[in-house]
């Protein structure tokens, strides 16, 4: 009796992985993925040294959030305060390095703000970006024409 019982569980099992790597193979790529909606929020200054330490400023930096969901891109700006808050402590913490020109090196910021900002935001972050906000096109990564008109949570809906 229990050798029937093993037999039809194995047989089931079989049958579900067969089904999934039949859908797997059929479907189109992309398909059922979510597109993944990016918030960007106002700049913010955050801290800066040169690498001997000596010299300290500030920098403008626009912090972009890449989410999973749409729902979570609506309320992102809800949180914005919060991200803030978060991104200028870390980076106080732990300071951005000035490169020899005195431009920001922004290489590898994205993804140590990735878990503070986490701990902010009750849902789920795929990436977080980091954009120079000195530069020229400043007006163009803000998005001043989709910009929320709330002052207390300034943020933009990026539409890709």
Same mark, same amino acid.
């Given at each position: 009796?229990?050798?029937?019982? *093993?037999?039809? /569980?194995?047989? +089931?099992?079989?049958?579900?992985?067969? $089904?999934?790597?039949?859908?797997?193979?059929?479907?189109?790529? &992309?398909?059922?993925? $979510?597109?993944?909606? *990016?918030?960007?929020? $106002?700049?913010?200054?955050?801290?800066?040294?040169?690498?001997? &330490? /000596?010299?300290? =400023? +500030?920098?403008?930096?626009?912090?972009?959030?890449?989410?999973? =969901? %749409? @729902? &979570?891109?609506?309320?992102?700006? $809800?949180?914005?305060?919060?991200?803030?808050?978060?991104? /200028? #402590?870390?980076?106080?913490?732990?300071?951005? !390095?000035?490169?020899?020109?005195?431009?920001?090196?922004?290489?590898?910021?994205?993804?140590?703000?990735?878990?503070?900002?986490?701990?902010? /935001?009750?849902?789920?972050?795929?990436?977080?970006?980091?954009?120079? &906000?000195?530069? !020229?096109?400043?007006?163009?990564?803000?998005? %001043?024409?989709? @910009?929320?008109? =709330?002052?207390?949570?300034?943020?933009?809906?990026? #539409? %890709?």
């Amino acid at each position: 009796m229990q050798k029937k019982q *093993t037999g039809k /569980i194995w047989r +089931f099992w079989r049958g579900c992985v067969l $089904a999934g790597l039949v859908f797997y193979v059929l479907a189109p790529p &992309g398909a059922g993925l $979510a597109a993944d909606k *990016t918030v960007q929020l $106002a700049p913010l200054l955050a801290t800066a040294k040169s690498y001997g &330490g /000596i010299n300290t =400023s +500030f920098v403008p930096i626009i912090v972009q959030l890449v989410l999973t =969901s %749409e @729902k &979570g891109a609506r309320l992102a700006c $809800a949180y914005a305060p919060r991200v803030r808050d978060a991104v /200028i #402590v870390h980076l106080a913490r732990q300071p951005l !390095r000035l490169k020899a020109g005195g431009k920001v090196n922004l290489a590898g910021v994205g993804d140590q703000l990735l878990a503070p900002v986490q701990k902010t /935001i009750p849902f789920r972050i795929r990436q977080v970006n980091v954009v120079d &906000g000195g530069t !020229r096109n400043t007006a163009l990564a803000t998005g %001043e024409k989709d @910009k929320v008109k =709330s002052s207390s949570h300034p943020c933009v809906l990026v #539409v %890709e």
